[in-house]
């Protein structure tokens, strides 16, 4: 099964992109006209993210936002084929002279980023720009042939990819190495895991200290990293320094969460809103 799937997909890489794109309206029609894929999720996020805008304009980013989620599932269907060149091409990064001052200082980094525009190619490019080993974490699937798959693309390019569970052991075991170590820190933590609540986007929202608590022991860099589409197909990416010595230690993670809202304000269709992002909210 595995090789079929290597096989199929292979032969997907081969498709041009005008050809994917037609593929992903085909895609829109069935996820979100036939099937109607997490509609009440989506339909519930956006209603209490933005409890000031009109029904027309709640509709206007669902429908923006299903468009953008359908080109991503496709798009990502290239993970296993993407050249390094095509790659740099679609996903450009505007600023790496930070990563090459952080490898120049043998500094390390903790790079928060987002599910916002397609982040799989994000996390696939950083080990491309970075001259510094790159680690991502990742959450294993349930289905070990996907899991497998998703693994053997996600590694292409050099990145070490790390399981959620021993992420944190590894950036420690790392702490006096230039190393950048990615996060995507914007879904919900585990019922078990929530150790702080804060705003995000009118809501009352469960968030992981998990970032905070490796940049103070291992005495990294806090950075971000924003994706924001050119145009169908086109992205760049810019890393951005998130620094405040003005607040606690504890308040720190306001810096990754403020930051992610006022993007997602600016382009709210871009970010994954199938996500059940206030499953554990705190009861009142």
């Not at 894929?37 to 980013?61: G, H, M």
């Not at 091409?89 to 987002?114: C, S």
């Not at 990416?237 to 606690?248: A, F, T």
């Amino acid at each position: 099964m595995n090789k079929i799937l290597q096989f199929i997909l292979i032969l997907i890489g081969k498709i041009p992109f005008k050809i994917l794109y037609i593929m992903s309206e085909v895609t829109l029609f069935f996820v979100y006209r036939i099937f109607n894929y997490r509609i009440e999720t989506v339909q519930k996020n956006l209603k209490n993210s933005f409890p000031k805008c009109s029904l027309r304009d709640l509709i206007k980013i669902e429908k923006k936002f299903y468009r953008n989620f359908c080109d991503i599932l496709v798009e990502n269907l290239l993970l296993f084929t993407i050249s390094e060149n095509e790659l740099k091409k679609r996903m450009v990064l505007l600023n790496p002279e930070i990563f090459d001052t952080l490898y120049n200082k043998d500094k390390g980094a903790i790079l928060i980023g987002a599910h916002y525009n397609n982040w799989e190619w994000m996390a696939l490019s950083l080990a491309l720009y970075a001259k510094q080993d790159v680690y991502t974490v990742y959450k294993p699937l349930n289905n070990k042939t996907i899991n497998d798959i998703m693994l053997k693309a996600r590694e292409r390019f050099g990145a070490n990819i790390v399981p959620m569970e021993s992420f944190a052991k590894t950036v420690l075991k790392n702490k006096n190495r230039s190393t950048i170590n990615l996060m995507l820190a914007d879904q919900s933590p585990h019922k078990s895991k929530v150790d702080y609540y804060c705003t995000f986007l009118n809501q009352d929202t469960p968030v992981y200290l998990g970032p905070d608590k490796l940049v103070n022991a291992a005495n990294l860099e806090f950075l971000f990293v924003e994706v924001n589409r050119l145009k169908r197909g086109y992205y760049e990416m810019k890393i951005v320094p998130l620094k405040d010595k003005s607040i606690e230690n504890k308040s720190m993670t306001l810096l990754h969460v403020n930051h992610l809202e006022k993007i997602i304000n600016h382009q709210p269709e871009n970010w994954l809103w199938s996500h059940k992002r206030w499953k554990n909210s705190r009861k009142k």
